[in-house]
């Protein structure tokens, strides 16, 4: 069981308020021992206290990672206007005692609204977090670009698919469109901004990139690993979707080394690096089949991503968060449907 600590600091006069309202029967908290709560109303595994000023404290909660986002709602829908108020999200690598497996909260009386969030995922918080930093347009971001560019076109160019793997293995694309999937869900027009600017550096980079080794260096169009990525059917589009979703799950869930072999499976980079270096080398006809796979692959992760997060129950906290983040979604949607029937189309007249 994956498990978080949620450090909570807040005014000491709030502590018994907090523990009530953990505890849902007005019932005050036994802060000294790691137990199961199995009769609290929320599934709290243990809480500690400690006073580290004269007059705010620090709660310790311990709790399941996809329990946790239900959590941090209740205490900031709480709290959130104490001075002070602050909370903390830490990953638990292991704990002595284990939690014992038996040891399950009883929820007779959890509301379906305090019960929304039940899906097996980090909250909501964690993964913004992540995804906050992956749509940052950094000097490391930048030389991840070059340098699993520079992989793809060697491979491309020796026809050699174990560099093509390795560049596809670096993924530096993968991060801002998932962001972007994330802020679209979420309507954050902050998030989406930072996401588009990172995506559309990477792409104009790795463009001109690739152009300029395609100017100077010999391209055959016909060697296989440049072949297979100038032209795209429904299997190219099915598989993208597909990797789109499992994308997102591995970053719901907070597993990156799933991420890796959907890096692999999508394969953003190497159509994107192929279009620049059959660009650079006159090869225009073979080039806009290798965009239209890249441009295929990057609508299908985004529309994957959008559609996961919304299953996954991701929303925003606040109600008029909510109605906004429904249109940004709608709208989305829609144009990345048009956009997918729009490439679609031309990839019909194209056989």
Known sequence: MELRLIEVVLPERNLEALEKLLDGRGEVLDVMLLRSLGSYRYPVLGVWRERFSTEEIIVRILASAEKTEALTDLISDRFSNEDGFRINILPVMATIPGMPERA??????????DNKVSKERISREELYASLETAAKLTKVYIAMIVLSSVIAAAGLLSNNVVLIIGAMVVAPLMGPNVALALATTLGDLTLARNALRTNLAGISLAILLSVLLGFVLPVDPSMPEIRS???????????????????????????????????????????????GLLLGAGYVSHATGALLLFLVNLISVNLAGVAT?????????????????RRATSIAIVLWVLLLAALLMILATRI
């Not at 399950?104 to 609204?113: A, G, K, N």
């Open 309 to 325: 997060f919304i299953a996954q129950g991701i929303l925003p906290r606040n109600w008029w968060e909510a109605d906004r983040a």
């Open 229 to 275: 990525r100038t032209s795209v059917g429904l299997a190219e589009v099915i598989v993208a979707f597909a990797s789109g979703c499992a994308g997102v799950l591995a970053f719901t869930t907070a597993a990156p080394a799933v991420i890796i072999g959907v890096a692999v499976a999508v394969s953003l980079l190497p159509p994107l690096v192929a279009f």
């Open 104 to 113: 399950e909260p009883c929820h007779t009386e959890v509301s379906p609204e």
